[in-house]
């Protein structure tokens, strides 16, 4: 069975850290990109960062400078970290991946999770000033 476990979201203060896991199984890990969206109420399925399956990466421009997508091969687990959190990085956090790829199929007023590929339950990030 294909899943991708989030992890790791809490109720942070702003300008905190945190660090959010994607656990992958179910599939060949490498061989898809994996990405991280975000959900927060009333707006759009945001595209955070994305690491392709030749690990290279790529980190959108509302988070640009603040966060970091790393993936650990052995423990097939992606990671996020954040940094100088801010109140607009409050919402549920996807990492989905696997395939048909989900990456680039969100579309303009579209909600996560998508529909396309393998989308887990999500980790809600809170942060507070």
């Known amino acids: 069975e294909v899943q991708l476990v989030e992890s790791g979201g809490s109720s942070v203060q702003a300008g905190g850290p945190l660090r959010l896991s994607c656990k992958a199984s179910g599939f060949s890990f490498g061989d898809t990109d994996i990405g991280w969206y975000r959900q927060a109420p009333g707006n759009e399925c945001e595209l955070i960062a994305v690491?392709?399956?030749?690990?290279?990466?790529d980190v959108e421009e509302p988070v640009k400078g603040r966060c970091t997508i790393t993936q650990d091969n052995a423990e097939k687990t992606v990671y996020l970290q954040m940094n100088s959190q801010k109140t607009e990085d409050t919402a549920v956090y996807y990492c989905p991946g696997g395939r048909p790829n989900p990456i680039m199929d969100i579309r303009p007023g579209d909600t996560c999770p998508g529909r396309r590929g393998y989308w887990g339950r999500g980790t809600q990030v809170t942060v507070s000033s």
């Open positions: 690491i392709g399956y030749d690990g290279t990466t």
